[in-house]
């Protein structure tokens, strides 16, 4: 996932917050600047974005609706709705979390508290495992694993993308395992996802092999949990962010466990934070039994994605 740094707010003074109620009785264009700036003086990214994709969800419309009916003026009904909207946003609640929905690999998913909101990083991970999976696919139906699958992104990708695969979506989080599921039905590939509850592979059948296993673990170090944007730190799990001391505490249980579980010759892709690489590469060479690691780097040049191949002898 990409975490930018913490932006300031605004050293502007707020209003008081009674004067800063969106007012009835503005056009669409008034209460658009206002939301705009009440956006920007909390300290939020794309404060204009943000401000006309929340006036297109209050009214049920799309954003270029929003510019074009400028002059309408609004029912203090649905002006009310706008400012819980902005209220929300204002708190830093993720718009991702607001909307209820994000958008991955050009697909709609259902995204809440209980899940990491996809980032657009993980489409790194997803290519490389798309372009080495269509390669495999003539010898036989894939067998993939999504360890940590959250809102069920790789897990409903892979199903989507391979028609020969049988995916199974491991998470330690129920309530995240329901949003999943969730989003495997809307995609109509519920029946080829295996969904199970389970601390890695602690409740993964023992004799299951794998020809692919995606994971986006926890990899954030703790000691720069408290340095996350409050969009993440107060909104997003703690349990898809800490990744322990030097945020490699999952990768440790993971990569053994793995080399265990995948068919020879099998892919372990694994998304990590800049500046893992080097540790991780030590962890697959003490585990034994890997090729040397490949390291994918992401949209702004750093270190994103490992991909690992289990040799055909450990
Ligand atoms: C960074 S999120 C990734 C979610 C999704 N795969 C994505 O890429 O957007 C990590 C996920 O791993 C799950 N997780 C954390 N620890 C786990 C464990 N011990 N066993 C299984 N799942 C775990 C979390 O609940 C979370 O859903």
Redesign the pocket.
């Known amino acids: 996932?990409s975490l930018p740094i913490q932006k300031r707010s605004s050293n502007r003074q707020p209003l008081a917050p009674a004067l800063r109620r969106l007012p009835p009785g503005a056009s669409q264009a008034e209460l658009l600047s206002l939301t705009e700036k009440r956006l920007q003086d909390a300290g939020v990214d794309s404060p204009r974005l943000d401000a006309e994709l929340l006036l297109a969800s209050a009214l049920q419309i799309d954003r270029l609706q929003v510019l074009i009916e400028s002059r309408r003026v609004l029912s203090p009904d649905v002006v009310g709705e706008i400012e819980s909207l902005v209220q929300r946003r204002e708190s830093r609640e993720p718009m991702s979390q607001i909307l209820g929905r994000r958008e991955f690999w050009s697909l709609d998913f259902k995204v809440d508290r209980n899940?990491?909101?996809?980032?657009p990083e993980?489409e790194i991970l997803v290519e490389r495992f798309l372009s080495l999976a269509k390669a495999r696919e003539a010898a036989g139906p894939l067998d993939v694993l999504?360890?940590?699958?959250?809102?069920g992104?790789?897990a409903v990708v892979a199903a989507l993308e391979i028609s020969s695969c049988r995916a199974t979506a491991?998470?330690?989080?129920l309530e995240?395992l329901e949003t999943a599921r969730e989003n495997a039905r809307a995609h109509g590939v519920q029946d080829r996802i295996e969904f199970v509850h389970?601390?890695?592979f602690e409740r993964v059948a023992p004799t299951a092999r794998f020809d692919f296993i995606l994971?986006?673990?926890?990899?954030i170090p703790e000691n720069y949990m408290d340095r996350l944007p409050p969009d993440v730190k107060n909104f997003e799990?703690e349990?898809?962010?800490n990744g322990g001391a030097g945020g490699l505490d999952?990768f440790r249980?993971i990569v053994p466990e793995a080399g265990l579980r995948l068919n020879p010759g099998g892919y372990l892709l694994l998304?990590m934070w800049r500046d893992q690489a080097a540790a991780l590469g030590e962890i697959f060479l003490r585990a034994g039994g890997w090729s040397v690691p490949e390291t994918i780097k992401d949209y702004a040049g750093l270190d994103r994605i490992t991909v690992a191949r289990r040799l055909a002898r450990g």
């Open positions: 996932m899940v990491l909101t996809p980032r993980t999504d360890l940590g699958t959250g809102s992104i790789l491991v998470d330690c989080s995240a389970s601390d890695w994971c986006n673990p926890p990899y799990p349990s898809a962010l999952c249980r998304e």
